[in-house]
């Protein structure tokens, strides 16, 4: 139904997570696990899909943490562009 959130949980699967700066900074500012959110993926739900989003496709997501306390999280690719030949 979702095709980014499928390839975003495909990716976990085989352990191919890159956290950006700003995410981990987010993640510490909210006493969180980045290894809490990646485990939560698969019980996730979107909220919303951003396919075509002009930094690259990414879902925002309601997951649920083993404390029980419900978190927003932005899971997404940038866009790849080819190289430039020169």
């Known amino acids: 139904m979702y095709e980014t959130f499928d390839r975003i949980r495909r990716l976990i699967s085989e352990g191919s997570v890159r956290i950006s700066e700003h995410g981990y900074d987010e993640i510490a500012a909210d006493g969180l696990l980045a ?3 990646v485990e939560g993926v698969e019980t996730a739900e979107v ?3 951003y396919p075509n989003y ?3 496709p ?3 997501l309601l997951q649920r943490i083993r404390d ?3 978190v927003h ?3 997404g ?3 790849v562009t ?3 030949q020169c």
């Open 73 to 75: 999280t932005v899971w």
């Open 35 to 37: 290894r809490e959110l």
């Open 54 to 56: 002009a930094k690259g």
């Open 82 to 84: 080819p190289a430039r």
């Open 47 to 49: 909220v919303e899909d």
């Open 68 to 70: 029980g306390r419900s």
């Open 58 to 60: 990414c879902v925002l």
């Open 77 to 79: 690719f940038p866009l």
